[in-house]
């Protein structure tokens, strides 16, 4: 019985690391570039676009489409590197918290 309100205080403690952390995750920022740096987004951990540079060079009507194309493959680049950095954060915060339990994914509430 001991052991499992042990267990119970380890998985408060686990939950309120992990709602710190997540909290935190507007801090963690990732760059995503395409077209050779001509666009430039800016992540932050909750997969929110927090800044867009645009080379002033592909501001052009005739290239609309092009700059479009630019622009969704720099917030894309940005969002999966801001997700992976995000997994990682959320595991530095959770580390030895939980026993190493061989098949006990957790990666989901990340």
Known sequence: MMDMMKMMGKMKEVQ??????????????A?????????????NGKKQLIQ??????????????????LIVAAVNKA???AEIKAKEEL???TDGLLPNIP????????
């Open 91 to 93: 595991k530095k915060s």
């Open 16 to 29: 309120a690391k992990m709602k710190e952390a997540q909290e935190n995750l507007v801090h963690v920022t």
């Open 31 to 43: 760059t995503g570039e395409s077209g050779a740096g001509m666009v430039k987004a800016i992540v």
């Open 79 to 81: 969002i999966g590197e």
């Open 52 to 69: 867009l540079d645009i080379d002033k060079e592909i501001i052009n009507d005739n290239d609309r489409e092009m700059m479009q194309d």
């Open 103 to 110: 098949g006990l994914d957790l990666s989901g509430l990340m």
